[in-house]
């Protein structure tokens, strides 16, 4: 009778599940996401391919960045679809060798900065070859959210504790650590006393963004 119980309830489990991926399908299918994912998604797919990543990892990463909205900008500058700041455009045009005018481009042509945000994605995630896939695709996010100087520096409290410097779920407890108020953990880790890129009060938004990412990823492997 346990045994008939145990299955029936797992039965049950599976046709919710099915039935809760089919309502976020349709609910999609109906939303303006969806038309704006059919204008883009040739040039996501392209991409993303290019630089080795699921295109629906990259669709999570635009819904969480700009949900779609190419005239979207942030209160630091950052613009379009992938968000990408002045400053990085033009660090990605020097990588690229390209001409500097194209930034303009990068910002606002948003087929241009979807390849550019895919680009940039990939430079963070050559950062940490060491990790495996979902640590290294949830750091590279992390960076791209931050600054690769900010996981770096979480990396050096890791070591210091002896942990692993490739595992999101220690770095992103040490991206909490690089506040001026650590200060006492930051002298037994840097000579100089501080974090070598700085101290750091956004982590809760960057916790949020990769977690945020990842679980739409998940949704989006299933009803994509």
Known sequence: MAAEDSLSNHIKRVIEEKKRYWDLKKEFENSRYNKSLLKYRPIIRKYAKRHGFDWRLIVAQIMQESKFRQTARSRVGATGLMQITPRTAKEITRDLEVHEFDVKYILKNPRENIAAGIYHLKKQYNYFPQADFPN????SLASYNC???RIFDAQNIAHYYKKSPYQWMSIREYLTMLKASDWELHLQVWPLG???YGYFYGYEETLNYVEN???LFQIYKRIL
């Open 194 to 196: 501080r974090p070598k």
């Open 136 to 139: 290294r695709t949830k750091l």
């Open 213 to 215: 990412i990842w679980e």
């Open 147 to 149: 600054g690769a100087g």
